[in-house]
Nanobody, 123 residues
């Protein structure tokens, strides 16, 4: 049974940093794509970053390039999203998602989702 559990969210001031974790189980970790998405009320879920765990290729939406970094730890079956220089517009619920055949920033192809973790950037 595929499970994804996010953690690491919280309240941070603008310019601060957070590291989100997506702990996974129930599938062959290095065969999958993992994406991070965020959602605010009234808006569509937005792809923030993703990683193809089979070759390490990473992808970022333009608004987070140079500030966010995604990585995978095969020993822990965990994907991290390091978020630096956070801005108020980064606020939202962050979800990780997994799929055996897709690793892009679109949310529809992903088969498996975590429950989300809240990130609030505010002074």
């Amino acid at each position: 049974q595929v499970q994804l559990v996010e953690s690491g969210g919280g309240l941070v001031q603008p310019g601060g940093s957070l590291r989100l974790s997506c702990a996974t189980s129930g599938f062959r970790f290095d065969y999958y794509g993992i994406g991070w998405f965020r959602q605010v009320p009234g808006k569509k879920r937005e792809g923030v970053s993703s990683i193809n765990l089979s070759d390490g290729a990473t992808y970022y939406t333009d608004s987070v390039k140079g500030r966010f970094s995604i990585s995978g730890d095969t020993a822990k079956n965990t994907v991290y999203l390091q978020m630096n220089s956070l801005k108020p517009e980064d606020t939202g619920v962050y979800y990780c998602a997994a799929d055996p055949e897709y690793y892009g920033l679109g949310f529809e192809p992903y088969d498996y989702w975590g429950q989300g973790t809240q990130v609030t950037v505010s002074s």
